[in-house]
């Protein structure tokens, strides 16, 4: 069974702070996504991630994939209140399969 | 046009009805899938259907019942279900293959009473 642990599991900071929030397995993922869950919504997907080693910048947003692809991180410049919500890693394992991890819920305080 | 749309948004059903929760996606996409997800978890995949053909079932209670009438419709029937069901039924597709991404639809918030 491939797992994917978040850190934090949650997270509660003030507007303008830095954040980073990490994702692990000790399995391989082909590709690896990172989603944002608003409340009651189903899950916006942010980036997609293919190569180890690969760094991607979404505005405020970096994401980062592990070299072995095993890892990823997120991580959020002078974070916003509209940043607030679930942030969930998903890595492409096996046959259109994919993984969740355990999510992390980031409140962004004004 | 990356939406993928679920009806209804809402749904209080009994445990003796019968009801269907409705996806729809209209990006071409081949695969498309159901998830349960609870309060404060991550979305626990219960089905998915490739190219119309169910694929993957993640040993789903037969009171969970999918339908793929076509690629881009996907239905979810429900029957005789328990209070522990209650939970969100997200919807999504992809293109399918490596480095594929899935889009989700806004999901059904299911009540068992």
């Known amino acids: 069974t491939q797992l994917l642990e978040q850190s934090p599991q949650f997270l509660s900071i003030q507007e303008g702070e830095n954040l980073t929030v990490y994702c692990n397995s000790s399995?391989?993922?082909?590709?690896l996504q990172w989603y944002r869950q608003e409340p009651g919504e189903g899950p916006v997907l942010l980036v997609t991630?293919?190569?180890?080693?690969e760094v991607k910048k979404l505005k405020r947003l970096t994401f980062q994939f592990g070299d072995a692809r095993k890892d990823s991180s997120l991580h959020i410049t002078a974070a916003q209140p509209g940043d607030t919500g679930l942030y969930l890693c998903?890595?492409?394992?096996?046959?259109?399969?994919?993984?969740f991890g355990t999510g992390t819920k980031l409140q962004v305080i004004p | 046009d990356t939406e993928v749309t679920q009806t209804p948004k809402h749904l209080v059903m009994g445990m003796t009805n019968k009801k269907s929760l409705k996806c729809e996606q209209h990006?071409?996409?081949?695969?498309m899938y159901w998830y349960k997800q609870k309060a404060k978890k991550p979305p626990e995949l219960m089905f998915v259907?490739?190219?119309?053909?169910?694929?993957i079932n993640e040993s789903v209670p037969s009171r969970f019942s999918p339908e793929c009438p076509n690629s881009s419709l996907l239905n979810l029937h429900l029957h005789a279900l328990q209070p522990e069901d209650s939970a969100l039924y997200l919807c999504?597709?992809?293109?399918?293959?490596?480095?594929?991404?899935?889009?989700f639809g806004p999901g059904t918030r299911l009540t068992v009473t």
């Open positions: 999504a597709s992809s293109q399918g293959g490596a480095g594929y991404e899935q889009y």
């Open positions: 399995s391989v993922f082909s590709s």
């Open positions: 991630v293919v190569t180890g080693g």
């Open positions: 998903a890595g492409l394992g096996g046959y259109q399969k994919v993984t």
């Open positions: 990006m071409g996409h081949r695969a």
């Open positions: 259907y490739s190219y119309e053909k169910l694929s």
